[in-house]
């Protein structure tokens, strides 16, 4: 029972990661309906200016976190204007290949400037707690309730502030959002800089249990896209289950299958329940 209780925990530090990079991913989706590639780049971007920030400025960790939110907030936003708004009548392969660039323009960017190095974020956090047999590191234990609080913080600003309404609407339906009065170029703007806070929030979580270096974000965007597939394209609760139906499967798969096919697991996985639900657990709904 002890193992299990271990495997749950390593699922739900997963789960959470992935949902707050999938959440934001899903965000961007729903306005504009196009696969944002360079949504792992932010991660990755933000994985860094915390590491600088803590490492090298010895900035607060958690101030840290939010130094690295607003920069990679400014950088989507302005991504949004000076990439995808200029495509905004062009075909869904238009804004999906300058996306790609992107996302290939950011890593090297970042590889010219920290290096190509695997790169080790400190933490403040390095404690470990004794739960009934169940060893939990505190770093993951922050993780996993700072994850679910910013979940819980994004739900709330969805739907109980006009900012967030707007989001919604122009998700569910742009032209008759546009009819009413919301400002289409200002909530893609937003909702592009709400998902650059969320992935570095992410990236600034779960840096200090992994590495930081410039392909970080390749695998972390791929396994949020089969998130997004998976729970219902454009789908917020979708991306928050689907999110940790793939962290549990990876860690429950790579405890009792092998580690070295944990990753496989979430295609796997994706291939199961798209069998049974062609159109994702919640068939895009907001």
């Known amino acids: 029972m002890d193992i299990v ?19 934001g991913l899903t965000l961007v989706y729903g306005i504009l309906h196009v696969p944002n590639f360079a949504h792992g780049a932010f991660y990755m971007v933000g994985a860094f200016i915390s590491y600088t920030l803590i490492a090298k400025l010895e900035v607060n960790y958690w101030l840290a976190m939010l130094g690295a939110g607003a920069v990679v907030a ?20 238009h804004p999906m290949i300058a996306a790609i660039g992107l996302l290939l323009f950011l890593e090297a960017g970042v590889q010219a400037i920290w290096g ?23 770093q993951r234990l922050l993780i996993i309730g700072a994850a679910f609080t910013l979940m ?24 008759g959002a546009s009819l009413v009065g919301i400002d289409a170029n200002r909530v893609a703007m937003l909702t592009f800089a709400v998902s650059g806070v969320l992935a570095a929030f992410a990236a600034t979580l779960y840096a ?6 410039p392909a970080m974000g390749h ?10 597939i998976l729970g219902g394209m454009g789908s917020v609760p979708g991306a928050i289950l689907g999110g940790l139906i793939i962290g549990f499967a990876e860690s429950f798969g790579a405890f009792y299958v092998s580690d070295h096919y944990k990753d496989i697991i979430a295609f796997v996985a994706l291939v199961v329940i798209l069998s049974f639900r062609p159109q994702g657990i919640f068939k895009g709904a907001h």
Do not use: C, W
Request: proline content about 6%.
């Open 152 to 175: 819980l913080a994004l739900h709330l600003f969805l739907t109980r502030t006009v900012m967030g309404s707007t989001i919604i609407a122009m998700a569910q339906n742009r032209e």
């Open 5 to 23: 209780f271990q495997q749950v925990l390593n699922g739900l530090t997963l789960g959470g990661i992935y949902s707050l990079v999938a959440l």
């Open 219 to 228: 695998l972390v965007i791929t396994k949020a896209f089969v998130i997004i």
């Open 208 to 213: 200090p249990i992994n590495l930081v270096y």
């Open 116 to 138: 190509p190095d695997f790169l080790r974020m400190p933490t403040p956090y390095t404690g470990i707690l004794d739960l009934g047999g169940v060893t939990a590191p505190v």
């Open 74 to 93: 400014v950088m989507a936003a302005l991504a949004e204007r000076l990439v995808f708004h200029p495509l905004r009548n062009e075909s869904g392969l």
